[in-house]
């Protein structure tokens, strides 16, 4: 991983699914280096068992997500197990893909469960939340869905949440 050029001849991918951690974590930063082998290297990245690999994809992830990635992030995402740290940078990288479907899952997890005569609200404080309504305002500030969101969040009593909402939370990586 140190080569300052890989060899034309050499694919680290033959190397991403190997038993040894550290000889995956070397081809999956080679694979993110070359750009035909980018993609790949995210989704790969985002599958292994180990914590640190999942970091590397991720950050690689927000810098630019294939959206084939997008399955890869949901596990992730809705492993409970899975440490906060990490749900949040998938939630941020997600909030980087400009689609429908990223706009509504991340409106789901920021509201409450509509209730009989209730309104929805904004879920409790995690860090999760903040991720939610930050990537909201970066990405979503002029969707109407999203905009229920933004609105509550400006109008919430903890000065994090009105940060998030106007698009200046601070990012944690």
Not at 45 to 52: I, T, V
Not at 154 to 167: C, F, I, T, Y
Request: glycine share 6%; proline share 5%; with cysteine.
């Amino acid at each position: 991983g140190s080569l300052p050029e890989i060899p034309a001849d050499f694919s680290p991918a033959t190397y991403a699914g190997n038993d040894d951690v550290r000889v995956r974590r070397e081809a999956i930063k080679l694979m993110l280096r070359i750009p035909s082998q980018r993609d790949e290297g995210i989704i790969i990245s985002l599958g292994d068992d180990d914590l640190a690999n999942v970091r590397v994809g991720l950050g690689a992830a927000l810098v630019g997500c294939p959206t084939s990635a997008v399955s890869r992030l949901m596990v992730l995402l809705n492993d409970r197990r899975m440490q906060v740290e990490i749900r949040t940078l998938a939630i941020r990288v997600l909030g980087t893909l400009r689609t429908a479907a990223t706009r509504d899952y991340l409106v789901e997890h920021a509201l409450t469960k509509p209730g009989w005569f209730r309104r929805r609200r904004l879920q409790p404080k995690t860090p999760e939340l903040v991720a939610v309504v930050a990537a909201l305002a970066r990405g979503f500030k002029q969707d109407l869905k999203a905009q229920v969101v933004l609105r509550l969040a400006e109008e919430s009593n903890d000065p994090e949440v009105r940060r998030a909402a106007a698009g200046v939370a601070e990012e944690q990586a």
